[in-house]
């Protein structure tokens, strides 16, 4: 908790002192992106920690600006929740994979508020297009946390959405086109349209039937069909389609096979060239665009889950 001697002197800073901090600030290339050669955002999300009582660097930790709003991420609602008096529990079962949260009020505490995000609620959910919460790339890597996280953001709105101050945000607020998956996954929130596909699959029932396109042979169109998973044909035709699609990773035929063994035994079926698919993509993005940083963190996350393998795959 800040002291009555640090809140003084941040209350006493001036608007041009305020500035030229944002602006120093901004330069840093630690910043996440939103903030890098940003100082306007960083002095927004300043003056939102000085209403928290943050200070600037847990600010710029703790607070995302989305769509022009800004948006508490899942720790601090945590700890907003707990530093109001409410009492918090969480819990995940590993063998069932779900987490939960409850929440007592302190000035209701006969009252459990509680929700529950199992691995099959996060598996329905799909964003803009059409990829599955677990199919991303920190939800398969962490999905515990991922669980707990939705589970405590969901609870604490429902719970006390009065403890964030300005920072209280809905899903239907945080537009589907300004929300990307590492700030979804950052805060523990569904886009618009994530919602709404959770909603409409809740509500599924029988399509109408002429709505509904019935292929009687594959869709030569579709990269991703296999028609016969069984003809090597196949098999290769798929292998050369995803190095033909990222060429620039420069994969050997060997690292492409070691990859697709560890990741989608199923090959070449069409969940299985997705899922690599799938794989790449999101190692693209969090390099924002660098293949070799791409390569770099693709090999380091293959050799930590295959250890065994002490081969040259990646080298």
């Not at 044909?233 to 033909?244: N, R, S």
Request: proline share 6%; glycine share 4%; net charge negative.
């Amino acid at each position: 908790m800040p002291t009555s001697t640090d809140l003084a002197i941040r209350a006493n800073t001036g608007l041009a002192e305020k500035i030229e901090y944002a602006t120093e600030l901004s330069k840093s290339d630690l910043l996440p992106r939103a903030y890098r050669d940003q100082p306007a955002n960083i002095l927004l999300v300043m003056e939102f920690g000085d209403y928290l009582g943050l200070p600037p660097v847990a600010a710029l930790r703790l607070i995302h600006i989305i769509d022009n709003k800004p948006v508490a991420s899942a720790e601090l609602i945590a700890g907003r929740v707990r530093s109001a008096g409410h009492r918090l529990r969480v819990s995940y079962d590993s063998e069932k994979k779900t987490a939960v949260c409850s929440i007592w009020r302190a000035d209701d505490p006969d009252f459990e508020f509680r929700a529950e995000w199992s691995w099959d609620r996060a598996a329905a959910v799909r964003d803009k297009n059409g990829q599955a919460l677990t199919q991303k790339l920190n939800w398969r890597n962490y999905y515990p946390a991922m669980l707990k996280w939705r589970a405590t953001t969901e609870c604490a709105r429902d719970a006390c959405p009065e403890i964030l101050l300005g920072v209280s945000y809905t899903p239907d607020e945080l537009g589907a086109a300004a929300l990307d998956d590492a700030d979804a996954d950052a805060i523990g929130v569904m886009t618009t349209a994530q919602r709404v596909a959770h909603n409409d699959l809740r509500r599924m029932g029988e399509p109408d039937p002429g709505e509904v396109e019935i292929l009687t042979e594959a869709d030569p169109d579709d990269p991703f069909t296999a028609p016969n998973p069984a003809d090597p044909a196949t098999a290769a035709a798929a292998l050369d389609k995803i190095k033909d699609k990222y060429r620039a990773f420069a994969f050997t035929d060997e690292e492409l096979a070691d990859l697709i063994v560890w990741l989608a035994p199923s090959w070449p079926d069409r969940t299985a060239v997705r899922t690599v698919v799938t794989f790449l993509e999101d190692h693209l993005q969090q390099a924002e665009g660098d293949t070799e940083e791409a390569r770099s963190r693709i090999w380091t996350q293959y050799h930590q889950a295959n250890p065994q393998d002490s081969g040259d795959a990646g080298a």
